[in-house]
């Protein structure tokens, strides 16, 4: 099974700055990988599908790259309603999708 | 619009059984792969199953192989998770998301989640 760490586990920005986080896989990834939002009391939101693609209605101010076990979602300038937690989600094998625990950005 | 419900959480005891259901709409059910995922409150996400657009293949995650059982009424638009044998580790809100036609792995909507409590 493919372990997903991400870092940081929180990332104390400011609106307008831009925030870098990292999804590392335990061993090499297909380019299987997705990101999600989730705000306070809400359920996940999909953000990024298959490394780099933007999910509909998705501003251009998220990007993702990464390939092999490195992965990375980027927020070009912060607005309020991104302080959230970001979780990667990956799809190794059909028997084991697996998520990362997430970075909290405040 | 695009719409999933989940209900039938609840209080159980160790060892009982539940079904969770996760009601569809605005879209095509038989088109889509769905899936259960689960996080325990203040927690991350886990996935727990998944089951093809016509229920014809099903994967599990290993926390929850040969308790759960993920199927659908294509007929009624809705999903189901049965959970037999409860365990205290099971407790956590549970969603259901549909797969991407294009990405199956990918979970493009999700419903507000149902919470389960297994507690004696």
């Known amino acids: 099974e493919i372990v997903l760490t991400q870092s940081p586990a929180i990332l104390s920005l400011s609106p307008g700055e831009r925030a870098t986080l990292s999804c590392r896989a335990s061993?090499?990834?297909?380019?299987?990988l997705a990101w999600y939002q989730q705000r306070p009391g809400q359920a996940p939101r999909l953000l990024i599908y298959?490394?780099?693609k933007r999910a509909t209605g998705i501003p251009a101010r998220f990007s993702a790259t990464g390939s092999g076990t490195d992965f990375t979602l980027t927020i070009s300038s912060l607005e309020p309603e991104d302080f959230a937690v970001y979780y990667c989600?990956?799809?190794?094998?059909?028997?084991?999708?697996?998520f990362g625990g997430g970075t909290k950005v405040e | 619009q695009v719409q999933l419900v989940e209900s039938g959480g609840g209080v159980m005891q160790p060892g009982r059984s539940l079904r969770l259901s996760c009601e569809a709409s605005?879209?095509?059910?038989?088109?889509?792969?769905m899936h259960w995922v689960r996080q325990i409150p203040g927690k991350g996400l886990e996935w727990v199953a998944v089951?093809?657009?016509?229920?014809?293949?099903?994967y599990y995650a290993d926390s929850v192989k040969g308790r759960f059982t993920i199927s659908r009424d294509n007929s009624k638009n809705t999903l189901y998770l049965q959970m037999d044998s409860l365990r205290v580790e099971d407790t956590a809100v549970y969603y259901c998301?549909?797969?991407?036609?294009?990405?199956?792995?990918?979970?493009?909507?999700w419903g507000q989640g149902t919470a389960v409590t297994v507690s004696s």
């Open positions: 061993q090499i990834s297909t380019n299987y």
């Open positions: 089951i093809w657009y016509d229920g014809s293949d099903k």
């Open positions: 998301a549909r797969g991407n036609c294009d990405s199956n792995y990918v979970m493009d909507v």
């Open positions: 298959d490394a780099s």
């Open positions: 605005g879209f095509a059910f038989n088109y889509n792969g």
């Open positions: 989600q990956q799809r190794a094998n059909w028997f084991a999708l697996t």
